[in-house]
């Protein structure tokens, strides 16, 4: 049983609906920071407190999305085991923090463990 | 110039990104939304996580407000990458949109590679390299999600889930990349551990804001202190 997804706004609702949604809840408010960039780039100093501590707060938000993509997974991503999904991550994590530069190295020893994993499950 | 940034793209990031947008591709067909809205978002929001979290919130019934907010904290970040890297790309007597059109771009990938690379290319011809750049990738993304969006339902179910898995997988290992000192290792790891009970305590959607103010905090608050000037 899969949740209900969200619905549109009544009084917007029609063909079109995805794309204002689409403009109004994913780009704007993405596209709203590079413009305040754009205004306040002489008087913002990229190493203020302020912006030190959004930055935390995104890097936090980010990971959390990882979390919750592992957790409760959309799509055939949850065919496969909560164990498994956490072992690929792990594999990943671990090659980063043992060497930051090796990102391709991580994400495909991360992949290989969750699609090995997988077809070692799901053959039989 | 532009050719140049093109190369270097094509060497691998733009590969990346292309992949790690499958997923977005496939996250909008579940929700049932059509193709055009997921190439659109992939050209037009340019940053794999507000795209993820659009989708992926719809597909469980959180509201629209919890969505904009979530994405807007999400995308935070942009404004201190973006001021960091404009006086690369700043020419005198570039006008207002073309500083919007560059800013545009700036996403993880873009980012982090512009600030590598552009220092090393003459700054008359930094523009058209980054634009070289980043147009290459969004390219290759806007064909990944398009292929996702078809795809990933044709797939034997390893793949597929290999497929999806790419972008928490690609997210964790670019963040970790930008990893400078012991607070951004704290905002990851508080990050993944509070999102889940964020998840089972706090509804609506807004559990992910909350997990990333306090998480984010308390990383901000165990950052080193830095040596006195």
């Known amino acids: 049983m899969t949740p209900a997804i969200t619905q549109p706004i009544a009084w917007l609702d029609g063909p079109f609906w995805p794309y204002l949604a689409l403009l109004l809840f994913a780009v704007l408010p993405t596209e709203i920071w590079r413009w305040l960039a754009v205004a306040f780039s002489r008087r913002l100093d990229a190493n203020s407190p302020a912006?030190?501590?959004?930055?935390?707060v995104a890097t936090a938000l980010l990971a959390g999305i990882v979390a919750k993509l592992i957790i409760s997974p959309p799509g055939a991503l949850a065919a496969v085991p909560?164990?498994?999904?956490?072992?690929a991550l792990a594999v990943t994590l671990a090659i980063m923090l043992v060497d930051r530069r090796r990102v391709m190295l991580a994400v495909l020893a991360g992949e290989?463990?969750?699609?090995?994993?997988?077809?070692w499950i799901l053959r039989v | 110039m532009a050719l140049a940034g093109m190369r270097d793209a094509l060497s691998l990031p733009a590969w990346v990104v292309g992949l790690g947008l499958i997923?977005?591709?496939?996250?909008?067909?579940?929700?049932g939304y059509p193709v055009e809205v997921a190439?659109?978002?992939?050209?037009?929001?340019w940053a794999g996580p507000s795209q993820v979290i659009f989708f992926a919130s719809i597909a469980t019934g959180a509201a629209w407000s919890a969505i904009a907010i979530a994405i807007g904290f999400a995308s935070?970040?942009?404004l201190p990458m973006t001021v960091a890297i404009l006086p690369l790309l700043k020419r005198p007597g570039q006008s207002v949109w073309m500083e919007l059109l560059l800013a545009h771009y700036v996403a993880v990938t873009a980012w982090t590679e512009g600030l590598r690379r552009l220092p090393a290319v003459p700054p008359p011809q930094r523009v058209a390299y980054?634009?070289?750049?980043?147009?290459t990738c969004m390219a290759t993304s806007s064909i990944g999600t398009f292929l996702g969006y078809y795809l990933i339902g044709a797939l034997p179910i390893p793949f597929a889930a290999g497929l999806m898995c790419l972008t928490p997988i690609f997210f964790l290992a670019s963040l970790s990349a930008g990893l400078r000192h012991r607070g951004d290792v704290a905002a990851i790891l508080l990050g993944l551990?509070?999102?889940?009970?964020?998840?089972?305590?706090?509804g609506g959607g807004f559990d992910l804001i909350v997990a990333g103010l306090i998480a984010g905090t308390i990383a901000f608050a165990l950052r080193p202190k830095k040596a006195a000037p």
Do not use: Q
């Open chain 2, 193 to 202: 551990a509070l999102a889940p009970v964020c998840d089972r305590f706090i």
């Open chain 2, 23 to 31: 997923g977005v591709g496939s996250l909008a067909r579940d929700v």
């Open chain 2, 76 to 78: 935070l970040r942009f």
């Open chain 1, 51 to 56: 912006l030190e501590w959004v930055r935390a």
């Open chain 1, 112 to 119: 290989a463990t969750l699609i090995a994993g997988a077809w």
């Open chain 1, 82 to 87: 909560l164990a498994l999904r956490v072992a």
């Open chain 2, 130 to 135: 980054f634009l070289g750049f980043a147009n």
């Open chain 2, 39 to 45: 190439v659109l978002s992939t050209m037009l929001v």
